[in-house]
C-alpha cells in the first residue's frame, strides 16, 4: 500500500490540490431514457497513431454492444502540457469521466479522484499483479484501473564484454567494481548512466537506492534518500565516475541516443534503456536481459499506467464499467503487443513467448516497482539530480551531495 503524506509546493502540483474539489465533472446522461455518456482522456500510449485510434474505436464499439445505455466517447491528447489541460478541465467543471494516469498524477490528483475499491469487481482486484496494485494505491484506497506495466532490468551488450575480455555478466554491484577495470583498459564503460537534469531518476539513481535497501521518503514522509543506503548508491556510481567507467559526456549532456557511447558499442550495461531502443544498435545477438542488479536487493522501476475515475463524474459507475472492461486480459492485449509493454493482471499467458528480447524483460516485471507515491515526487527529483550530478562531476562528496539535496527538499515536504 502506498501512503501519500506530502504537499508539493510547484505551482501545478499545488493548483491542482486546491481545485480538487471544484469540479463538476463531464458525461452525466438522459434521465429519461437511462443512457449514461462516459469521456474519456487518454494519450499517444501506442505509437502508431492509427493503430491506436483503431484499437480505442474497436473497443469502445464492443463495449457498447453490450452495454447499449453506455455511451462512451473518448479523446486522444498530446503528452505536452497534460497535466495543465486536464488541472484547467477540473478548474471549468468540464474533467472527463475517466483519465489515463501514471503513478506520480495518481499522488497530485489524489484528491480528484474517486476510489475504485467498490467500482472495480472483486475479481479484477484480485487479478493485479501485487507490485501493480501497491503502485495505484494511496492511503489504501485502489485509485485506478492498471491498463499497462513495464520493467526496466539490466540490459548488457554481450559483443561489449567479448571486447573487454570479461566473461560473466554482473549480478551485484561488487560484480560491475570487478569488470570495470577491464572496460576501462579497453576504452569503454562498465555502465550507462545519463546524468543531466532531462533523465527522470526513476531510471537513473533510484533503483541503485532501492537496490541498498533505501528510499526516497522516510516513513515519516521526510527525506529518506540522505541516509546510509543513499550514500552506498551515490558512492557505487560516483566511484565508477572516477575510475572513469562511465562515460562523461553522459554525465552532462543529453544527446540522441544514437550518438551516445550505448549506440555506439562501448557500454557493458544499462538499467535505463529499453532492448527495442538498444537492438537496433548491438544486434539482437548481443542483447542480454538479466535481472535487475543486486546489493542488499534485485529490484527495477517498471511504471504503470491506469484509468482513473474522476469525483466530479456524473456517471462513476458507467466509467468504472468501461475502465474495467478495457483493461481487461484479453481485450487490452492488442494495445500491449502494439505498445509494446506488459500485462497488469496474474494469471495471464506470457504476451511475448515468442519474442527472446521481450519475452525475458516480461520475466522480470514482478520484480519492479514504482517506488513511493507523493505530490512532491517531481519537485524533489528537481533538487536531487543536480546534486547527484556534482557528486558525479567530483564537486561534492556523496554525503555532502545528499545533505544538501535534503535541505533544498525539506520546503517541498509538509508531515
Given amino acids: 500500500m502506498r501512503v501519500s503524506k506530502f504537499t508539493g509546493l510547484a505551482a501545478g502540483v499545488a493548483t491542482i490540490a486546491l481545485l480538487a474539489g471544484c469540479s463538476a465533472g463531464g458525461g452525466?446522461?438522459?434521465?429519461?431514457?437511462?443512457?449514461?455518456?462516459?469521456?474519456?482522456?487518454?494519450?499517444?500510449?501506442?505509437?502508431?497513431?492509427?493503430?491506436?485510434?483503431?484499437?480505442?474505436?474497436?473497443?469502445?464499439?464492443?463495449?457498447q454492444k453490450d452495454h447499449k445505455n453506455i455511451k462512451v466517447k473518448y479523446e486522444i491528447f498530446p503528452w505536452a502540457n497534460r497535466d495543465e489541460a486536464l488541472q484547467t478541465a477540473i478548474a471549468a467543471g468540464k474533467a472527463p469521466d475517466l483519465v489515463y494516469l501514471i503513478p506520480d498524477q495518481l499522488a497530485a490528483y489524489q484528491k480528484s479522484?474517486?476510489?475504485?475499491?467498490?467500482?472495480?469487481?472483486?475479481?479484477?482486484?484480485?487479478?493485479?499483479?501485487?507490485?501493480?496494485?501497491?503502485?495505484?494505491?494511496?492511503?489504501?484506497?485502489?485509485?485506478?484501473?492498471?491498463?499497462?506495466?513495464?520493467?526496466?532490468?539490466?540490459?548488457?551488450?554481450?559483443?561489449?564484454?567479448?571486447?573487454?575480455?570479461v566473461a560473466d555478466y554482473p549480478k551485484t554491484w561488487d560484480d560491475v567494481r570487478a569488470m570495470a577495470p577491464k572496460f576501462v583498459e579497453k576504452g569503454m564503460y562498465a555502465l550507462n548512466y545519463p546524468a543531466s537534469a532531462?533523465?527522470?531518476?526513476?531510471?537513473?539513481?533510484?533503483?541503485?537506492?532501492?537496490?541498498?535497501?533505501?528510499?526516497?521518503?522516510?516513513?515519516?514522509?521526510?527525506?529518506?534518500?540522505?541516509?546510509?543506503?543513499?550514500?552506498?548508491?551515490?558512492?557505487?556510481?560516483?566511484?565508477?565516475?572516477?575510475?572513469?567507467?562511465?562515460?562523461?559526456?553522459?554525465?552532462?549532456?543529453?544527446v540522441p541516443l544514437e550518438q551516445t557511447a550505448v549506440a555506439q558499442g562501448k557500454v557493458g550495461c544499462t538499467w535505463n534503456n529499453a532492448v527495442t531502443e538498444v537492438e537496433s544498435f548491438w544486434g539482437k545477438e548481443n542483447v542480454k536481459v538479466l535481472p535487475p542488479l543486486s546489493d542488499k536487493k534485485s529490484v527495477a522501476y517498471g511504471t504503470v499506467g491506469s484509468l482513473s475515475v474522476l469525483k466530479g463524474s456524473k456517471a462513476q459507475k458507467a466509467a468504472a464499467e468501461f475502465a474495467e472492461y478495457a483493461t481487461g486480459a484479453d481485450v487490452v492485449k492488442p494495445y500491449l503487443k502494439a505498445a509494446g509493454f506488459f500485462s497488469a493482471l496474474s494469471g495471464t499467458d506470457p504476451l511475448y513467448a515468442d519474442d527472446p528480447l521481450l519475452g525475458e524483460v516480461e520475466k522480470y516485471v514482478p520484480d519492479t516497482t514504482v517506488g513511493q507515491l507523493a505530490t512532491s515526487s517531481r519537485a524533489l527529483m528537481g533538487v536531487l539530480s543536480p546534486e547527484i550530478q556534482a557528486a558525479l562531476l567530483g564537486q561534492k562528496s556523496p554525503s555532502d551531495a545528499l545533505k544538501a539535496a535534503a535541505a533544498a527538499a525539506a520546503p517541498l515536504l509538509k508531515k
Fill in 28 to 63: 452525466g446522461g438522459d434521465a429519461a431514457t437511462g443512457e449514461q455518456s462516459v469521456t474519456v482522456w487518454l494519450y499517444p500510449v501506442v505509437p502508431d497513431e492509427a493503430a491506436h485510434k483503431q484499437f480505442w474505436d474497436e473497443t469502445v464499439a464492443a463495449f
Fill in 198 to 254: 532531462e533523465n527522470t531518476l526513476n531510471l537513473t539513481f533510484y533503483p541503485l537506492l532501492w537496490q541498498a535497501g533505501g528510499e526516497v521518503y522516510d516513513k515519516d514522509g521526510g527525506v529518506g534518500f540522505d541516509s546510509k543506503a543513499g550514500t552506498q548508491a551515490l558512492s557505487f556510481i560516483t566511484d565508477l565516475a572516477k575510475e572513469k567507467a562511465l562515460d562523461p559526456e553522459a554525465l552532462t549532456t543529453n
Fill in 113 to 165: 479522484i474517486q476510489p475504485l475499491d467498490d467500482l472495480l469487481s472483486k475479481d479484477r482486484q484480485k487479478e493485479l499483479l501485487p507490485n501493480v496494485k501497491d503502485s495505484v494505491t494511496i492511503d489504501g484506497k485502489l485509485l485506478g484501473a492498471p491498463i499497462l506495466t513495464s520493467a526496466m532490468p539490466l540490459i548488457c551488450n554481450a559483443a561489449a564484454f567479448q571486447a573487454a575480455g
